[in-house]
C-alpha cells in the first residue's frame, strides 16, 4: 500500500451561516487523485479554499501524513500548491517574470533555464518576455501550466483548472497531472469535463 | 529575509510600468503645495508660517491617493491568495509591500518638499527640518494607511472608507510632524517632536504588518 498523504475526516463548508454539503471523508495516497463534482454552487471551490487553508472549516479535520494541519510547520505549506480561479499573475509583468515571482512566494527559486524551459514546453517559447496584458486568456493558463510543471508540491489543488483550454493544452495538462502522480503526488481537482488520467480516478460528488 | 526584497522588488517593477499611479500622487503633491500662495496671498511672512502645514497637509493626502490600490489589485487577481497560501511568513510580505509603497509614495514626498518649501518661503534649517520630520512620518503613514487599506479590502467604495478610517488615526503625525518646524522657527527646539514622531514610527513598524496580516486573512474568508 503506498504511502497515505491527506486524510480528510467529516469535513464541511459553511456560507453565509448555512452549511453546504454534507459532511465528506476521503483519503489520499501517494499517486492518486480526487475528482471533485457537484452543482454550480454546491461548495466545490469553497472545500477547495478550506483545505488549502485559505478558510475555515465549519467542521471536521485535515490531516497530512498522519498530523492534523493546525499542529504543522507553516513550511509544510510548500509541499502544498493551490490554483484558484484567478490565477494571481500581473498584466504589466511577462511571462517569464510571472513564473519566477509566484515560484520565490511559494518557497523556490527557479533558474533562468529552468523558467524559460518550462514556458517553451507550454508553447510559449517566443511569448516568454511579453507583457502578459498581450497573451490570451488560454495563453494566461498556459503560464500557470508552466508554475504547475515546475512546482515541487506533493499535493496540487486545482479549481476548474481545464477551463479556457485549446485541446492540444487540456492533452499537455492532462500528461502533466498523470507526470505528477506518476512521481508520487496526489491530486484533488474540480472539473465539469470527464477527465482520462489514465489512473484510478476517486471522485466525491458533493451533495446538500 | 530574501522574500522581503524579492516582494520590494516587484511591487517597484509593477509600479514603474504603471507610471501614472506613482506620477498622478506626485504632482497632486506639487499643485497642492502652489495653489496655497495663489489663494492665500504671496506675503512672505504669512506663507512661512503656513508653510511646514501646507506642505504636511499635501503630502498626508497624497500618500492616501496610492492606498486604496495597495492589496486591491493583488486581491482581484489572485496573487493574494498565494501569499497567504506562501510558507513564508505573510507579516514578512506584508511589510515588503508597506515598503514599497513608501518608497513610491513617501520617499519622493521627502525629495521633493524643500523645492515646494522654497516657494512657501521657508528657510534652510526650517527646510532641512521638514524633510527630516517627513522621513520620520511618511513612513508611520504608510503603516497606518496598509491597515486601513487590509481592512476595507473588497468592500464597494473602500477609498471613501480608507479616508474615514485613516485620517483621524493621522492627526498626531501631521500635528508633531508640522509642528516641529514652528518649534523650531518660533525659537523653541524640535528636539521633542522629533522624538515623538519616532515614537510614533517604531510601534507603527511593528505593528502595522501583523494587523494588515490578521485583517487580509479575514478578507479572503
Keep these: ?208 | 529575509m530574501n522574500i522581503f526584497f524579492t516582494v520590494v522588488v516587484r511591487d517597484l517593477r509593477l509600479a514603474l510600468r504603471r507610471k501614472t499611479e506613482v506620477l498622478s500622487a506626485l504632482f497632486f503633491f506639487v499643485v497642492v503645495a502652489a495653489l496655497f500662495p495663489l489663494a492665500i496671498g504671496h506675503e512672505p511672512a504669512m506663507l512661512r508660517q503656513i508653510g511646514p502645514g501646507v506642505l504636511w497637509v499635501g503630502a498626508l493626502l497624497a500618500s492616501m491617493l496610492a492606498l486604496s490600490r495597495l492589496f486591491e489589485v493583488d486581491y482581484r487577481d489572485g496573487a493574494l491568495e498565494h501569499m497567504l497560501l506562501s510558507p513564508h511568513p505573510l507579516w514578512l510580505l506584508v511589510l515588503g509591500k508597506i515598503t514599497a509603497h513608501w518608497l513610491l509614495s513617501g520617499l519622493p514626498l521627502v525629495i521633493l518638499a524643500p523645492v515646494l518649501g522654497l516657494q512657501l518661503n521657508l528657510s534652510a534649517d526650517a527646510l532641512a527640518l521638514l524633510s527630516l520630520t517627513l522621513l520620520l512620518g511618511t513612513p508611520v503613514l504608510s503603516c497606518i494607511g496598509a491597515i486601513g487599506a487590509a481592512l476595507t479590502l473588497g468592500v464597494r467604495g473602500g477609498g471613501v472608507l480608507i479616508s474615514l478610517l485613516v485620517l483621524p488615526l493621522f492627526v498626531p503625525v501631521l500635528v508633531f510632524g508640522a509642528g516641529a518646524v514652528q518649534a523650531l522657527s518660533s525659537g523653541l527646539g524640535a528636539q521633542a517632536h522629533l522624538s515623538i514622531l519616532l515614537a510614533l514610527l517604531l510601534p507603527a513598524l511593528f505593528f502595522s504588518p501583523w494587523a494588515c496580516s490578521a485583517a487580509l486573512r479575514i478578507a479572503l474568508e
Design chain 1, 1 to 208: 500500500m503506498s504511502q497515505q498523504l491527506l486524510e480528510v475526516v467529516d469535513v464541511s463548508c459553511e456560507r453565509g451561516g448555512r452549511p453546504l454539503f454534507k459532511p465528506v471523508s476521503f483519503v489520499l495516497s501517494a499517486g492518486t487523485a480526487l475528482h471533485l463534482e457537484g452543482d454550480n454552487g454546491a461548495g466545490k471551490t469553497t472545500l477547495l479554499r478550506a483545505l488549502g487553508g485559505l478558510s475555515s472549516l465549519a467542521q471536521g479535520q485535515v490531516l497530512w501524513c498522519g498530523v492534523p494541519v493546525a499542529e504543522l510547520a507553516p513550511n509544510f505549506k510548500s509541499e502544498w500548491l493551490y490554483l484558484g480561479h484567478a490565477l494571481g499573475l500581473k498584466d504589466e509583468l511577462s511571462a517569464f517574470e510571472n513564473v519566477q515571482l509566484s515560484a520565490a512566494l511559494a518557497g523556490q527559486v527557479l533558474s533562468r533555464d529552468q523558467t524559460l524551459h518550462a514556458l517553451a514546453a507550454q508553447g510559449l517559447k517566443n511569448r516568454a518576455h511579453l507583457p502578459l496584458r498581450v497573451l490570451s486568456q488560454g495563453q494566461k493558463r498556459r503560464v500557470a501550466l508552466a508554475r504547475l510543471q515546475l512546482a515541487h508540491a506533493k499535493l496540487w489543488l486545482l479549481d476548474e483548472p481545464f477551463v479556457a483550454l485549446d485541446s492540444d493544452a487540456v492533452l499537455a495538462l492532462q500528461l502533466l497531472l498523470q507526470q505528477h502522480l506518476a512521481k508520487g503526488g496526489a491530486l484533488i481537482f474540480t472539473s465539469h469535463q470527464a477527465v482520462q488520467l489514465g489512473v484510478d480516478l476517486q471522485s466525491l460528488r458533493l451533495q446538500a
